[in-house]
């Protein structure tokens, strides 16, 4: 419970303290920060990555990856499992968490709507880095319709 909540403090600090230069950056000052939380998310995941695995066996599939990252990953840093995963087997991949941790505070109105993004750059590089260090290159993005419901979509392009 208290790590729980030690993380959440943490990323809502940051978040805030990369929004606090300038409360409306506008678009390039917006995607600087996006990318700075992206690539703090994406070094932490590669941590997660080369530790977690440890107890598991081998992955043979990109799907045991994806089920790995939605159970164990998730369970490690948000105290929860992922609600959903589905794919189309073409390398496309729909993580969803209804009761999305870092959303959960902000889940009472729909005027923060509009906020969910910077609050979801961090995991999306957090799920891009745990997947490069089990060798697997992909672009992940966040999607929020309606909160504190959140999507991930991770894309793996066929080489």
């Known amino acids: 419970m208290a790590d729980t909540v030690l993380f959440e403090f943490l990323h809502t600090e940051i978040v805030a303290e990369l929004w606090a230069h300038d409360p409306d950056p506008g678009p390039g000052g917006q995607k600087m920060s996006l990318s700075v939380l992206e690539g703090m998310g994406f070094r932490v995941g590669q941590a997660l990555g080369e530790r977690l695995p440890r107890e598991t066996l081998a992955f043979r599939e990109e799907l045991d990856v994806l089920k790995f990252l939605c159970k ?88």
């Not at 794919?87 to 509009?114: K, R």
């Open 72 to 159: 164990d990953l998730w369970v490690a840093v948000f105290q929860k499992q992922m609600d959903s995963l589905r794919t189309n087997h073409q390398g496309t991949y729909v993580l969803q968490d209804n009761s999305f941790p870092l959303l959960l505070p902000m889940a009472s109105g729909l005027q923060y709507l509009e906020e969910a993004p910077k609050f979801l750059a961090f995991t999306c590089g957090l799920l891009r880095g745990a997947l490069c260090t089990l060798g697997i290159e992909s672009v992940v993005t966040a999607s929020v319709a309606a909160l504190p419901i959140c999507k991930f979509q991770v894309v793996i392009p066929k080489s």
